[in-house]
């Protein structure tokens, strides 16, 4: 998939098998394991698989996924955001995580606006929705900063955890 939006601090590009050392670290964060979960990616032939038949295989059948957040001014992968097709949810959701170096610097909003307005002007996605653990007030801020509200508590398929349901219109008809 080519991708390649810029933002004033960033870059945000499709992931590849590549970036599999990366992931494997993002998704060991105790971050990414409190709030998202653990998806037991425990080395870089994992972690290529689950870009392979996930990342990369949502670009193929939705023309969308989780992309790879760069900073411009020392090249340094800082995280992913990205949207996702997810069972459950009618509506595309964004989602985001960052490494905690990286954690409230204002880089998950920056990719976040991004991909919103890619969504809405390439995509032509006429909603978006974000989800999160209702304690992560850190995401709540981010979907709130990017003009999502709050819609109700939900709980997907095949997870115990109720999740704050976040939502936005990206053009008038919808929702």
């Known amino acids: ?14 992931l590849t098998v590549i970036d599999a050392g990366f992931m494997m670290q993002l998704m060991n964060t ?15 032939t994992t972690a290529s698989n689950y870009i392979a ?13 989780l992309f790879l957040v760069i900073l411009k001014k020392d090249n340094q992968s800082t995280g992913i955001c990205g949207i996702v ?5 009618a509506t595309p959701d964004l989602g985001f995580a960052l490494m905690p170096n990286y954690e409230g610097k204002g880089i998950a909003t920056e990719a976040s606006k991004a991909v919103v307005k890619y969504a809405k002007e390439s995509l032509q996605l006429s909603a978006l929705a974000g989800i999160t653990k209702p304690e992560n007030v850190a ?19 095949k997870d115990p955890n109720l999740f704050s349901l976040y939502a936005m219109a990206l053009h008038k008809e919808a929702l």
């Open 85 to 89: 097709k997810r069972e459950g949810l």
């Open 53 to 65: 038949n996930n990342i990369i295989n949502s670009y193929n059948i939705n023309g969308f996924g």
């Open 1 to 14: 998939m080519q991708l390649n939006i810029e933002t004033e601090r960033l870059r945000i590009r499709a």
């Open 139 to 157: 995401s709540i801020r981010v979907l709130e900063k990017v003009g999502m509200e709050f819609k109700e508590m939900i709980q997907l398929p």
């Open 30 to 44: 105790p971050t990414w394991i409190k709030n998202i979960g653990n998806r037991n990616v425990n080395d870089k």
